[in-house]
T-cell receptor
Framework: AQSVTQPDIHITVSEGASLELRCNYS??????LFWYVQSPGQGLQLLLK??????LVQGIKGFEAEFKRSQSSFNLRKPSVHWSDAAEYFC????????????FGAGTRLAVHP | GAVVSQHPSRVICKSGTSVKIECRSL??????MFWYRQFPKQSLMLMAT?????????EQGVEKDKFLINHASLTLSTLTVTSAHPEDSSFYIC?????????????FGPGTRLTVL
């Protein structure tokens, strides 16, 4: 069965510092992979996605993620965090093809210190 | 592009009443919409998958008679919580997919906060 693990429930970084949020997945083949961000009381905004091709994916707001098949990982990175990046981040996996359901990780809450 | 709206954003109702939540894809046609429930500080739990013109597919443990889903058009899906009780209080989020296009991605609405008194 598909599953997603986000090992870090809560991360705190200083503004301007680099960030890496971890995501590991379990899936029988190459899945579709997504990172979403959720601000308090809001829905989810898509940051980036990986379907195929280049394993380093660029997203919005300066985020990027790298798909590593050997490690079953899709970690999210940002070189310099801004205070506005404080939010909840969800990694999700979906099956290729139509009508696929997304399986979400538990989420990582990011706090940014000034 | 790819904007999904939900209405209302917040609703408070009395126990025993029914509440309808609308999910609309504003600038694309969504053959499939999904309804999620999110408890405080937790991840999203998929409740059901809604396909335009057909019955919704519910996840295990979700009562189909309590959470009625209608997907009458390619841009609108509704979730009706029937005979609501306090334990139904939650954050409900819908998503709409553009499967069949080149992007094959789910876009999420802003969510609806339901409080049942």
């Amino acid at each position: 069965a598909q599953s997603v693990t986000q090992p870090d429930i809560h991360i705190t970084v200083s503004e301007g510092a680099s960030l890496e949020l971890r995501c590991n997945y379990s899936y029988g083949a190459t899945p579709y992979l997504f990172w979403y961000v959720q601000s308090p009381g809001q829905g989810l905004q898509l940051l980036l996605k990986y379907f195929s091709g280049d394993t380093l994916v660029q997203g919005i707001k300066g985020f990027e993620a790298e798909f590593k098949r050997s490690q079953s990982s899709f970690n999210l990175r940002k070189p310099s965090v801004h205070w506005s990046d404080a939010a909840e981040y969800f990694c999700a996996v979906g099956a290729p093809g139509g009508y696929n359901k997304l399986i979400f990780g538990a989420g990582t809450r990011l706090a940014v210190h000034p | 592009g790819a904007v999904v709206s939900q209405h209302p954003s917040r609703v408070i109702c009395k126990s025993g009443t029914s509440v309808k939540i609308e999910c609309r894809s504003l600038d694309f046609q969504a053959t499939t919409m999904f309804w999620y429930r999110q408890f405080p500080k937790q991840s999203l739990m998929l409740m059901a998958t809604s396909n335009e013109g057909s019955k919704a597919t519910y996840e295990q443990g979700v009562e189909k008679d309590k959470f009625l889903i209608n997907h009458a058009s390619l841009t609108l899906s509704t979730l009706t919580v029937t005979s609501a009780h306090p334990e139904d209080s939650s954050f409900y989020i819908c998503s709409a997919s553009d499967f069949g296009s080149s992007t094959d991605t789910q876009y999420f609405g802003p969510g609806t906060r339901l409080t049942v008194l």
